[in-house]
């Protein structure tokens, strides 16, 4: 499909002022805007049209579940019994994120089997657990054990942590965007990427949420 540049993404309610409630789709990411601009493109939508919300990664499912969000941008496959995944959208590569002083901090990339030196976050308490065994595996392919050491508690706390100790944090490439100057993102080179899809509740779906979410699959598919 053709590039387009990006769309910029909504930052104040007055920019969807001329775009009727009932047709907003509130929609809910974490991490880096890129995905959600990413997402855009492929639905080939306009930031106006949607009223995004950045929701906490210790209890990702909360806003959606309580209806403060129609739809969210998930990463890793999602398996609760009450939502739907669409179909893979874009994918997000694998990195390790460490303290700036970290004895990994200055390779260009590494490798998982180099992480298991070190301690790894584990996950929130109400973070699905399945799910988390695909962002931190509990093992390396040759087998080696991934020492989850520190449970992660919020966004702000983990890069504290990072930059006070040897931790490592397993997550997405994307991360970087948003990262602050005292932590290093490295790429994992041998871990697949994070599967990035649209997640929203099981049963009645507001009908600018199905046309968003086809929309995007359709941009995926060319």
Known sequence: MPDHPPTPLLTHPVLSASVPRASLVRLGHTGSADIVTRILRLARRDASTVRITEYDITDPFWLL?????????AKFGVREPDLVSSRVL???????????????????SVSVEDVADFPVLDRPDLFPAEIWDE?????TP?????????????????????????AVHLSVLSVADVAPPTVRVLPVHDLPPASVT??????????????????????AAQ
């Open 65 to 73: 579940r309580a209806g403060e969000l129609d739809v969210m941008v």
């Open 90 to 108: 874009t994918q997000d590569a694998r990195a390790a994120v460490v303290g700036a002083h970290h004895p990994l901090a200055r390779c260009s």
């Open 135 to 139: 962002v931190v595996p509990r093992h």
């Open 142 to 166: 040759s087998g080696l054990p991934l020492r989850r050491a520190y449970r992660l508690t919020g966004v702000p706390e983990l890069m504290r942590l990072l930059t006070a100790s040897t």
């Open 198 to 219: 649209l997640v929203w509740r099981r049963g009645d779906v507001p009908a600018q949420v199905l046309e968003f979410v086809v929309a995007a699959e359709a941009g």
